[in-house]
């Protein structure tokens, strides 16, 4: 088993060089680098194109069925393999997120597609080719391009259950029985699927979509360079045809980095907390905005990037006075057989401490609804607290114990412009705001004169502390 250590750090995204299906030399991602790239290390150099399906009806939702091209590159020191049929070749999940209302919400995932032989291109760079044709063997620096109709071929795509993230292993192709496809599902089954209403442009005003691919292998695994195996591109929602909207990739291939860190793009406020189980990564990103009644609202996304314990909870300690309300959950329902059910988690505040939590123990139902890898759920909630430094947790599913982890939290009741929490708004707190003026230097974390949670202090912050004098 591989020992990571556990790091909780919070930054805000920087924006990592984006390369799209062109000539490129890879670079590390902000919380998706590789531990050596010593030894193979895959990632998606680029998503070059996206197919789509049709769509069906599934107990009364209109569903959509997609895929997207991936191409892989070996940016490691050795060769990858890459045998068909076997449990020594890489998978590939999908995903779709949608970005709306301050948000980034996962909308789509896919089944796994199994990879059946490397082309020797040069997408990341100079080329050491493992062979000739498309041999069982990507070579050092090379890469392989699929394409999102073989990423799409329903025949070569298996079920997420059947892998274990962390370690990459998968059982060799057609060693089990695979779900069927299910009834009147012919043309979505195992694909990305999307619900038509979060595509639909007149639902979707102003929302950015996001599609990512990434790359499990056991070689990769081993060799601790699975944290850099995701890419994300944006996408843009078409016209309706052929029972699906269309989607058009937009810009370049941003490489080596989840799809989670899309959201700082579209809001520039959010910052990034990354967590080391023993077994894999999360990433956890927050954003705090500003109600039109001087309260907060807190927004978390948390990303399973690679651990197979999975996450059961979610949970933060909660200030004596700090008032919490519309707590919120949402998650990503499997499909097409896949085992796991789609049981919303509940939502408790009690003992000082505010939770959301699965249903049901591994030990009760190794099925139940975990926050499994190359998945994202959310989490949110109103509160008078004013937004700071602090600590929340994450409870791990199969093997029990927990992860801290440093976001933003609400950290006291003050009254809403009350810079020093002494219960009167006065000529104080105007000092703590006119010596806090300007950019924040460490993003809204560090910022607390930042009233309306923009990244600066300005005249827009001393109008809301003003609006509550005395």
Same mark, same amino acid.
């Given at each position: ?416 412009? +009350? !810079?020093?929490? =002494? @219960? /009167? $708004? *006065? #000529? ?8 806090? %003026? &300007? ?10 004169? +930042? !009233?309306?949670? =923009? @990244? /600066? $202090? *300005? #005249? ?8 509550? %004098? &005395?």
């Amino acid at each position: 088993m591989k020992i990571r250590t556990l790091i909780g750090t919070l930054a805000t995204a920087g924006i990592a060089l984006g390369v799209g299906q062109m000539t490129a030399t890879a670079v590390p991602g902000d919380g998706g680098t590789s531990d050596s790239q010593f030894g193979p290390d895959v990632i998606v150099g680029g998503m070059p194109d996206v197919s789509k399906y049709g769509g069906a009806t599934v107990n009364g939702v209109s569903i959509m069925a997609y895929a997207f091209g991936s191409t892989s590159c070996n940016i490691g020191t050795q060769q990858l393999d890459w045998y068909s049929g076997t449990s020594n070749h890489p998978i590939i999940p999908q995903n779709a997120y949608r970005i709306k209302n301050g948000r980034i919400e996962q909308i789509g995932l896919s089944w796994m597609k199994h990879g059946f032989c490397a082309l020797q291109q040069t997408l990341c760079g100079s080329c050491a080719p493992a062979g000739s044709g498309c041999p069982s063997l990507l070579g050092i620096g090379c890469s392989d391009p699929y394409t999102s109709g073989l990423n799409g071929s329903q025949t070569d795509l298996g079920p997420r259950f059947e892998a274990n993230p962390s370690t990459g292993y998968f059982p060799a192709t057609g060693s089990t029985t695979w779900p069927s496809i299910p009834t009147g599902q012919s043309a979505i089954a195992r694909r990305v699927q999307i619900k038509a209403a979060d595509l639909d442009p007149a639902q979707n005003a102003g929302a950015v979509y996001v599609a990512e691919c990434q790359y499990v292998h056991p070689q990769d695994a081993a060799n601790n360079n699975d944290n850099n195996n995701a890419s994300y591109r944006l996408f843009t929602v078409g016209a309706l045809s052929g029972g699906a909207y269309t989607l058009t990739l937009t810009g370049s291939t941003f490489q080596q980095k989840a799809a989670i860190y899309a959201w700082s793009v579209a809001s520039p406020t959010v910052s990034y907390a990354v967590a080391d189980a023993p077994d894999g990564r999360y990433i956890v990103a927050s954003n705090v905005t500003t109600n039109t009644d001087g309260s907060y609202h807190y927004e978390y996304a948390i990303f399973n990037y690679n651990s197979d314990s999975a996450g059961r909870s979610f949970s933060m300690p909660i200030p004596v006075g700090v008032t919490v309300s519309n707590m919120a959950f949402k998650d990503i329902s499997y499909h097409s057989g896949e085992p796991y059910n789609s049981t919303d988690w509940t939502m408790t505040m009690a003992g000082g401490m505010m939770k959301w939590e699965c249903t049901e123990t591994f030990a009760q139902n190794a099925n139940a609804n975990a926050l499994r890898w190359s998945t994202l759920y959310n989490f949110s909630f109103d509160s008078n607290g004013l937004p700071g430094n602090g600590n929340a947790t994450i409870g791990l599913f199969k093997t029990g114990g927990s992860l801290g982890v440093a976001t933003q939290v609400p950290v006291n009741p003050c009254k809403f412009g +009350d !810079l020093d929490c =002494n @219960g /009167v $708004v *006065n #000529g104080a707190d105007l000092g703590l705001l006119l010596a806090h %003026w &300007g950019l924040c230097p460490n993003g809204t974390a560090g910022c607390f004169a +930042d !009233l309306d949670r =923009n @990244g /600066v $202090v *300005n #005249g827009a912050d001393m109008g809301f502390l003003m609006g509550n %004098w &005395g």
